[in-house]
């Protein structure tokens, strides 16, 4: 039973360490659909119809997101509020720094590959993203 007990803890350890790479951060680049919110209670709220989405675009570990709305001519509409962000590495892991005129935040990069995004607030809630496929009616 303490093998057992062992193994489990290392697990979480090893599997609760981020995963993600200096050279996998250029994915982070495009056009982002949330799919769900995961609380630290293990509590998930599924998103089906999103009518925004978020664009986000780095350059040199600086840039910004956006919030975008998907038209059917295959464009986007925006308010024109972005907020900055920076790429910071601590401790082996990537966090997302965001800045604004009302404030500041970061959120920890636990996953980004081609098709998937996953980020972690500072409340432990995880926002589990897919790459956003456009669609046009042209």
């Known amino acids: 039973m303490k093998k057992i007990a062992l193994f489990f803890v290392a697990y979480l350890v090893i599997s609760c360490h981020s995963n993600v790479k200096k050279e996998d951060l250029t994915k982070l680049n495009g056009y982002w659909e ?12 599924d998103y089906k119809i999103n ?44 966090y997302i720094e965001y800045s604004t005129l009302y404030g500041k935040w970061q959120e920890q990069i636990l996953e980004v ?12 809630l995880q926002y589990q993203y897919k790459r956003f496929t456009p669609f046009s009616l042209k």
Do not use: C, H, W
């Not at 040199?60 to 590495?89: A, C, H, L, W």
């Not at 590959?113 to 432990?124: A, F, H, P, R, Y």
């Open 51 to 94: 009518e925004t989405i978020d664009y986000f675009e780095t350059k040199n570990n600086s840039g910004y997101r956006q919030k975008v709305m998907p038209q059917f001519d295959g464009k986007y509409k925006t308010n024109g509020i972005k907020e900055n962000i920076k790429i910071i590495s601590k401790d082996k892991e990537f």
């Open 113 to 124: 590959k081609d098709s998937t995004l996953v980020l972690e607030n500072k409340d432990k």
């Open 34 to 45: 949330i799919m769900s919110v995961v609380q630290a209670n293990g509590e998930k709220k």
